[in-house]
């Protein structure tokens, strides 16, 4: 199986930075793609940025010019570097990953637990 371990979350002020960090570990072939999504209370799960399978990187646009994806793909880890951050940006911040997993092979998707961001005004 594969596990998604996320860090990083907290309080800051609007204007502020965090860094959000999610380990991917288990029996892991490959991972095909892997970002991070976002839920704000009463609010749909939405995609914040992402590698896609090709190894391009997709950002809601609303995070456009302040967030930004990173991954170290020898130890299946992406980062999440947030600046400027502002109040509408709170939310659970999940990590997914899609993984190809080793014998027997097989792709699954994977979330994390999620990681709350506040960002006080």
């Known amino acids: 199986q594969v596990q998604l371990v996320e860090s990083g979350g907290g309080l800051v002020q609007a ?3 965090l860094r959000l960090s999610c380990a991917a570990s ?3 072939f490959r991972i095909n793609t892997m970002g991070w999504y976002r ?3 009463g609010k749909q799960r939405e995609l914040v940025a992402s590698y896609t399978s090709g190894g391009s990187t997709n950002y809601a646009d ?3 010019g302040r967030f ?3 991954r170290d793909s ?3 880890t992406v980062n999440l570097e947030m600046n400027s951050l502002k109040p509408e940006d709170t939310a ?3 990590c997914n990953a899609g993984v190809f997993l080793q014998q027997p092979y097989r792709y699954l998707e994977r979330w ?3 990681t709350l961001v506040n960002v006080s005004s």
């Open 26 to 28: 288990g029996s892991i």
């Open 74 to 76: 020898a130890k299946n």
């Open 68 to 70: 930004s994806i990173s």
């Open 112 to 114: 994390g637990q999620g």
């Open 62 to 64: 609303s995070v456009k």
């Open 39 to 41: 839920q704000a209370p």
């Open 15 to 17: 204007g502020g930075s």
């Open 92 to 94: 659970v911040y999940y």
